[in-house]
């Protein structure tokens, strides 16, 4: 649980801005919003080589390294698998097994990976720390990255050369060398854990963990490097499976008539309501000095419900938890794509892998979550791949 | 004036190659009543049985094996140096009992099966594993244990046949005039496609038994693992059980060094011990600086059957400032022959595991890793806390004893 104390200044009570309805995607939907560095297009640390780094980035912490408590911080577990790109070890521990993976890992040693799905939301989340760290320089209301990966500690070493290549400043390290990790997430206190082992990813949503499974994709849209960008689903990730669970019994009448008679009931929260919340808090941070038009930090909902009658529980739902999400987006049930690919956000959550992949033939990372009731209607749910 | 007695009951171990670990004796037993001519199981028990597995696996992968731990226990102080023969025959006593009856070429039924295990005892066994399995029913299997005025340590019971008709009536009775409780019961019944006839279990521990007895024919001493087995080719009508002892081993220790407070430090040097455990958190200290790598033990919740070593790597990479300390020395040395140990196992279905915890970040203790690899260390888990508390890693890891450098103990 991330416990913290605001000033409290300016603390809109879940009034949801930037309301959208796009019965069609067309790409107008930026409004009033302003656009400038938030798409700096440029070098973003997207690479499929390694780069070549000389200098190292010098830190901006003075006196000495400073790493928050995890009860302050908002944790974020990373699986190495996602950070990075590993699919080459990962053949090698499949064909070959461990004792030859092992021996492969270090013999690379000194070889860097590839960035994976989830580092340019890493570098999204260092640079929001960057931006705190200035405007709050004692305070441990931060991002923390944790590192865990069931690896051996063998590879440590790999992990550790290849973080430092990227200039990512990850400290914390779980290497489990084959134990589950669940035990590590809740002592570290986790708000969000990031794998590519969707088994992993479910045993942490039991444990009331908020997780999502990461797929690499081929292609990737260029994403802000200064501006975190966080897209949510709204049934079955930011809200629970009860409406999903009535629209795949009986149909979308029968769920607009249910939600019709319940709009002013609060929607159950879903497994990722408690991230959201904790991203509310750290932009709450941002304006209470006056940040609130460059906050680094930015969330959508982008969700199949419309916004003139499903939609309206939805939001009512958000006001009532005091959480605020920047932009809200009823697609009426067109297709996602199009509309992430405006967005570009550095990862996307949603509970079906038609979303998923979806979203990823246009280059959005996308995270599954894999909970609720459509999970039982995943047709092509990719297989989890050892380790 | 320390005096040093071998265990005869325990293969000695060679002694250039052994890995020698001392435990203090209030760490390992328990002191219960005064008149009891055994003590309880002490808080280093869970460790001694996880050092013991350790040794079993070792010689079974390599029955020639020499690199394994040798267990010393020793005495501390003037009280314990005086209770030497309490302390043996508590060594002793320990173990494990098995019993299995299996009848798997039996085409006929038993007619009546009877056991009885009964103890002279006035302790707890260690394990105490019951296996019957049969092929073919039982017509009236009466169970009855019976025993020891404490509680068993685990006793497991399991019954299982692939019959395909049912027991007679099964009747099991266990009882104990232990005013305490058992361990772990875990009873078993599994099996048949029919249903049971009677089934009565009995559990009850009210009643104090004065006399009990067991009666083994290789050895009226001590026992400690017995194994028994029965096989028949032809229906019982009767059976009647006598036990015979083949070997036992009770705690796997093979020295008792007796000494004092005054002169335990010089018995671990000259006995070439090359860890020492204590629950004492003066002892340890007094020993490290002395050169003895030393590590303090706590009670666990839930220890682990697998041995875990952590070793605090906050120390690891200290730049050498000049001549290395004794313990520095005698931490090099342990780590890398558990390290050789170690990869006598491989990744997985190890008996051991070795744990590196570092309150530093990622990239200092790149260097601890690199370190413990070029001793021959493979660490198999790492946890970098980069500042963050050490105690929610600990409650997960649950190692049974933490080292550094020289001293360290499982406080945070």
């Known amino acids: ?387 | 004036m320390v005096s040093t007695i071998q265990n005869t009951d325990v293969k000695q171990k060679d002694a250039d190659r052994a890995l020698v670990v001392a435990v203090t004796s209030r760490a390992v037993f328990e002191s219960g009543a005064d008149g009891d001519d055994v003590y309880g199981m002490g808080v280093a028990f869970p460790l001694l049985q996880a050092l013991q597995r350790v040794n079993k696996r070792l010689l079974e992968e390599n029955p020639a094996e020499s690199l394994l731990f040798d267990v010393v226990v020793i005495t501390t102080d003037s009280q314990q140096q005086q209770q030497s023969s309490r302390i043996i025959s508590s060594t002793r006593h320990y173990g494990n009992l098995t019993l299995t009856s299996s009848s798997s070429s039996s085409t006929r039924h038993y007619g009546n099966l009877t056991l009885t295990i009964s103890s002279s005892s006035t302790r707890h066994y260690g394990n105490l594993t019951l296996t019957l399995s049969s092929i073919i029913h039982y017509s009236n299997l009466t169970l009855t244990i019976s025993s020891s005025t404490r509680h068993y340590g685990n006793l497991t019971l399991t019954l299982s046949s692939s019959s395909t008709r049912h027991y007679g009536n099964l009747t099991l009775t266990i009882s104990s005039s232990s005013t305490r409780h058992y361990g772990n019961l875990t009873l078993t019944i599994s099996s048949s496609t029919r249903h049971y006839g009677n089934l009565t279990l009995t559990i009850s521990s009210i009643i104090h038994y004065s006399n009990l007895t067991l009666t083994i024919s290789s050895s009226t001493r001590h026992y400690g693992n017995l194994t028994l087995t029965i096989s028949s080719t032809r229906h019982y009508g009767n059976l009647t059980l006598t036990i015979s002892s083949t070997r036992h081993y009770g705690l796997e220790v093979s020295r008792f060094c007796f000494s004092s407070e005054e002169d335990f430090v010089e018995s671990l040097q000259k006995n070439n011990v090359q860890l020492f455990l204590s629950t004492d958190s003066n002892e340890a200290p007094q020993a490290s600086q002395k050169g003895v790598l030393s590590a303090l033990l706590d009670r666990q919740e839930a220890p682990s059957e697998q041995l875990r070593v952590m070793f605090c790597g906050d120390d690891v990479n200290r730049p050498d400032a000049g001549p290395m300390p004794a313990s520095r020395q005698a931490a090099q040395n342990f780590s890398a022959q558990l390290g050789e140990m170690r990869q006598r196992f491989s990744m997985s279905d190890s008996p051991l595991r070795i744990v590196l915890v570092t309150s530093h970040g990622g990239r200092e203790s790149c260097g601890a890793l690199r370190t413990l690899r070029s001793h021959g260390v493979n660490v198999d888990e790492a946890y970098c806390l980069a500042g963050a508390p050490r105690s929610p890693i600990l409650s997960v890891v649950r190692p049974h004893f933490l080292l550094s450098d020289g001293f360290s103990g499982l406080e945070d």
């Not at chain 1, 709050?136 to 865990?148: A, H, Q, R």
């Not at chain 1, 570290?188 to 990813?201: E, F, R």
């Not at chain 1, 079906?352 to 995270?367: K, P």
Request: glycine fraction near 8%.
């Open chain 1, 1 to 387: 649980m991330v416990k913290m104390s605001l000033d409290p200044l300016q603390v809109m009570s879940g009034q949801v801005k930037e309301l959208k309805v796009s019965p069609s995607s067309n790409g107008d939907s930026r409004g009033s919003w302003e656009e400038k560095e938030e798409f700096d297009q440029d070098h973003l640390g997207l690479t499929t080589k390694p780069k070549l780094v000389t200098g190292r980035r010098a830190r901006k912490v003075e006196g000495g390294v400073f790493f928050p408590k995890p009860e302050n911080a908002v944790t974020i577990a990373v699986s190495s698998r996602v950070l990075f790109r590993t699919e080459r070890e990962q053949e090698v521990y499949q064909q070959k097994g461990v004792e030859e993976y092992l021996r492969y890992q270090i013999e690379h040693e000194n070889e860097p990976f590839a960035p994976g799905p989830a580092f340019p939301f890493v570098k999204a989340l260092e640079a929001v720390n960057t931006r705190l760290r200035e405007l709050y320089p004692l305070s441990e209301e931060l991002f923390d990255i944790v590192l865990v990966t069931y690896n051996h500690a063998h590879v440590g070493i790999r992990l550790i050369n290849t973080i430092n290549h990227h200039n990512l400043f990850i400290e914390r390290f779980c290497m489990t060398g084959g134990s589950s990790p669940i035990g590590y997430l809740k002592a570290w206190q986790t708000n969000l854990y990031l794998s590519a082992d969707a088994d992993k990813v479910r045993e942490a949503l039991a444990e009331g963990i908020a997780a999502a499974t990461m797929f690499m994709t081929e292609k990737l849209t260029e994403v802000s490097e200064s501006q975190l960008r966080v897209a949510f689903d709204g049934d079955a990730v930011l809200f629970s499976d009860e409406s999903e669970r009535i629209f795949k019994a009986h149909g979308l009448d029968k769920f607009f008539e249910h939600e019709r008679d319940n709009e002013d009931t609060l929607l159950d929260h879903g497994p990722l309501k408690g991230f959201l919340e904790a991203l509310g808090k750290l932009q709450k941070k941002f304006y209470a000095k006056g940040h609130r038009l460059d906050c680094p930090i930015r969330t959508y909902l982008v969700t199949a419900r419309s916004a003139a009658s499903s939609g309206i529980r939805a939001l009512k739902t958000l006001r009532a938890w005091g959480l605020e999400i920047d932009e809200a987006l009823f697609l009426a049930g067109a297709p996602k794509g199009p509309m992430l690919e405006k967005i570009r956000p550095h990862i996307y959550f949603d509970d079906q892998m038609f979303h998923v992949e979806g979203a990823a033939e246009m280059g959005t990372v996308a995270a599954h979550v894999p909970y609720g009731i459509a999970q039982k209607h995943n047709l092509k749910q990719k297989s989890s791949v050892g380790k």
